[in-house]
Structures are given as C-alpha cells and as structure tokens.
C-alpha cells in the first residue's frame, strides 16, 4: 500500500506527464497519459487540470487546439466553470503562475469562431467575450467578435449589469467605447 507521500509522487508524475503532453501538442501522449482516453477531447482532465480545451487554449500550440477542435471538442461547453473557451482564450494574454502570456490570442479566437464557438456565451462574472476583451484592452478581438455576431447590447446579470460598452467607458477604453456604440447603434433596441 502506498503512503500519502508516494501517492503525492505519484499523482505529481501524472500530471507531469498531462502537463507535458499538451504543452508539446502530442495527441498520442496525452491519451496515454489519461486514464480514460475516451475523455479526450470533452472531458475533464484528471488531477484537477479541468477540461481538456481549455487547457489546451492555456498551455498548448495552435495546431493542438485545432486537432482537439477537429476530432470534436466542443467549443460551447455547458460546464465550463467560468471560462468558456472564448474567453478562457481572452484570459491568457497575460502571465500567469505557469505559464507566459500567448502572443497568439487573437488566432485561437479565430479558430474557435471558425468552430462555432459562441461569442455570447457567458462566463466568469458573466461576462460574454466581448466583455472580456474590454477588460484585456483588445480591440482587436472586439472588432473580430463583433463580425463573428457578438452583441454588444448585452448586460452582466450581476454586480454593475453593465454592457461592454458601460465598461469600456468606465475604464476610459475610447477606442473600444466607440466602436462599441456604433455597432449598438447599427443594431438599433432589436
């Protein structure tokens, strides 16, 4: 029988070996590294690393991400504890324990678009996305959630229940402001 610090060791070299498989977008790897392989690519990882895209949008290439989106992962998730993958894209552009800022945020929001992620969904503070990228001073994703339908008309239910444009001006965002009310104002109160 194991002890408690062998057990430590042990689930320590697991998720080494998770971590280690995502981070080199090895497929292969990674479904040996599981314990069922039939949770990839909707299920949650073991040792609390949390579902596999998500985790992939975190700490893996590009390519993974793709292969992950192609062999079905879902990039609507119901259960995604907060971040859903738009905006578990958006989160990442920063530094963070673990792991550098991605330089390629705005691609990995492209290729979940590409998949028909929502740009609606809703996360963390319940946010949308496009909240989100107001609070990463992203203009550039902003514009590209907005050709991908996101709506800027749409309020947090809780705290300020503000719209991202609310938000934008709140924190002196004028570039975004802007362009967030001129697409309010093409929208119209539909």
């Known amino acids: 029988m194991m002890d408690s610090n062998d057990t430590r060791c042990a689930e320590y070299r697991k998720f080494k070996m998770i971590d280690a498989a995502f981070r080199a977008g090895d497929l292969a790897a990674l479904r040996t590294a599981v314990d069922d392989p039939a949770d990839i ?71 979940l678009l590409e998949f028909k992620a929502d740009p609606n969904q809703r996360g963390i503070n319940d946010y949308t996305a496009l909240h989100m990228a107001v609070g990463e001073r992203n203009l550039a994703a902003a514009q590209l959630l907005l050709q991908a339908g996101a709506d800027p008309r749409l309020r947090t239910r809780i705290d300020e229940c503000e719209t991202p444009r609310v938000m934008a001006e709140r924190a002196g965002f004028v570039e975004i402001a802007e362009l967030l009310a001129g697409q309010e104002a093409r929208l119209g109160n539909k």
């Open 41 to 111: 690519p909707n299920g949650t990882m073991p040792m609390t690393i949390g579902h596999c895209l998500e985790y992939a949008i975190y700490h893996s290439p590009l390519p993974f991400i793709r292969t992950l989106l192609e062999i079905g992962a879902d990039p609507n998730p119901e259960d995604h504890t907060g971040f859903p993958p738009p905006i578990a894209a958006l989160s990442c552009s920063h530094p963070h324990p673990g792991s550098p800022g991605r330089k390629d945020v705005l691609e990995i929001l492209k290729l």
